[in-house]
């Protein structure tokens, strides 16, 4: 099953995860930073609420389409895209005017309109990103079929390329107040790859060439991956529009009880192994970007930097290994690599945790082992569920990405943002209790109540004293919160360990092979 490889198709999908990451790293330094949370009104969970509305609906639209996207064709997904590009920067610039000039009573009404455009337009992004990977990565696996995690770790480089543009243009432009021209240069790579694709022939998809049918597609999922993805697709939709929890159970309920009858299959139990595995990871490498430039801002602007620049280090330094991956899956296997990845990202977070205080040197030598550490996670992964459950197609290639994607956004960003605001009213709560009561305030989110300081409040404090405290306790939780992460790739360690050792008792690791159905 060897297609000709199409390099201009490979291209054209490689601009196209360009747009998605550059899309996905200048609105997360807006939202993150100081520049959204002042003017619409955000605490550090509204923040990682609008940071996860960038990313579930990515996972949304990855599943959804890859269950169908066989039928309608990679084309209309591509198109898909494009359409959501334009549609959110006209919402982006609509928040923006939103806000700007308005004053005094008027304002709180204004911000939370303005939020409310910025979140559905960040919705719209994320389906638009997501329907980007349901093709590229069919379309990858499929013209390079006897190296997917090769070619999966070449086209994922376009990935970091996208965050180091983006990290870019939006540290040489932090001094312009209009964030609309940021955001408005994404028009740059989704015209580019809009123009690249929309006249290519894409291939017939590795499943279908070999024969599988949709029933056989839909087994190496299964029940439990079924009741996975789409138990998180309805919970985030439970979410938006205010379901009960009966409402989001039972349609979980009937996609599962629909799969069990369907298929009769609870799904490869690797597949299961490797969805458990993708929640943890994607919020190690995607939760953790999605914050790391809010968190590393103390001690960046203490040395007179920009705290942007370490996601786009990091960022680089996946840009440059990610080419350089085929050598390294051939020595150590897929497995073998994301267990080492996995050391390295746990004691980079690690290593991160501690430098509130420390030297440009010293955080870039820690940001040096989380970025080497998360580099493969992504299109590894990918590959190895491609290489192991073929029969599956884009929807078990696909489903895993969506998965982990769909964690982040409805557990991991906020549920870091969770982990800042405790570990800081903690801190302020032991060292000034007065100042606790007077700065903060109780709110909810999917896990449960959490007291939060309240930047409204806290913006009205004038005695030094305690902002100093204030500030102090931020910090506490900020670095707090990277020293809790390092739990993820250490659990992730575990899991690849065990299944080292499971495929070395079955002679060593082998890609399985499907042959091409004859004509």
Request: hydrophobic share 50%; proline share 4%; charged share 10%.
């Amino acid at each position: 099953m060897n297609n000709k490889p199409d390099k201009i198709l490979f291209w054209g999908c490689f601009i196209a995860l360009i747009t998605t990451s550059y899309a996905f790293i200048s609105r997360i330094i807006l939202c993150t930073g100081p520049q959204f949370a002042t003017e619409f009104g955000l605490d550090k969970v509204s923040v990682g609420e609008l940071v996860g509305a960038g990313i579930w609906p990515f996972g949304v639209s990855i599943i959804i389409f890859s269950l169908f996207i066989d039928r309608i064709g990679y084309k209309i997904a591509m198109l898909f895209s494009f359409a959501s590009y334009l549609v959110y920067i006209v919402l982006a610039f609509a928040a923006y005017s939103a806000v700007h000039g308005v004053t005094g009573d008027a304002l709180v009404a204004a911000q939370k309109h303005g939020y409310q455009l910025l979140y559905w337009g960040s919705i719209i992004l994320g389906l638009g990103n997501g329907s980007v990977e349901a093709y590229i990565n069919p379309i990858v696996t499929t013209m390079f079929s006897s190296e997917k995690s090769k070619w999966l770790n070449r086209l994922h480089a376009g990935w970091p390329s996208g965050l180091v543009l983006g990290g870019l243009c939006t540290i040489a432009l932090a001094a312009n107040t209009d964030w609309r021209l940021t955001l408005g240069l994404i028009l740059v790579p989704a015209f580019a790859f809009f123009f690249i694709l929309v006249g290519k022939q894409f291939p017939k998809s590795e499943r279908e060439q070999a024969g599988v049918g949709y029933v056989a597609m839909l087994k190496e999922l299964g029940a439990f991956g079924a009741l996975v993805g789409f138990g998180l697709v309805f919970a985030q939709l439970g979410q938006v529009f205010g379901w009960s929890n009966a409402v989001v159970w039972g349609l979980t309920g009937a996609v599962v009880l629909t799969f069990a009858i369907v298929t009769k299959s609870f799904g490869r139990l690797l597949l299961a192994f490797l969805i458990i595995i993708m929640i943890p990871q994607a919020t190690t490498e995607l939760g953790t970007d999605g914050w790391i430039t809010s968190l590393m801002a103390s001690p960046m602007q203490a040395a007179g930097h920009n705290p942007a620049w370490v996601l786009v280090y990091t960022s680089a330094i996946m840009v440059i290994l990610r080419f350089c991956a085929g050598p390294l899956i051939h020595k150590l296997s897929p497995l073998g690599l994301l267990a080492g990845c996995s050391t390295l990202a746990a004691i980079g977070l690690f290593a991160l945790s501690k430098t509130a205080s420390a030297g440009i040197f010293t955080i870039f030598a820690a940001a040096t082992l989380y970025g080497v550490g998360k580099t493969f996670f992504w299109p590894t992964i990918l590959g190895l569920t491609s290489e192991q459950c073929p029969k599956g197609g884009a929807l078990t290639l696909n489903a895993i990405g969506g998965i982990g994607m769909l964690s982040v956004g409805i557990l991991g960003a906020p549920f870091i943002g969770y982990l800042q605001e405790s570990s800081a009213t903690q801190q302020l709560a032991a060292s000034n209790p007065a100042l606790y009561q007077t700065v903060t305030v109780e709110k909810n989110y999917l896990l449960g109540k959490y007291q939060a300081i309240d930047p409204v409040k806290s913006a009205a404090v004038t005695d030094a004293t305690a902002t100093t405290a204030i500030t102090n306790a931020t910090t506490t939780g900020q670095f707090s919160a990277l020293g809790k992460m390092a739990l993820f790739p250490l659990f992730m360690l575990a899991c690849y360990l065990a299944l080292l050792a499971y495929f070395k008792s079955r002679g060593g690791y082998k890609p399985v092979q499907l042959a091409a159905k004859s004509e």
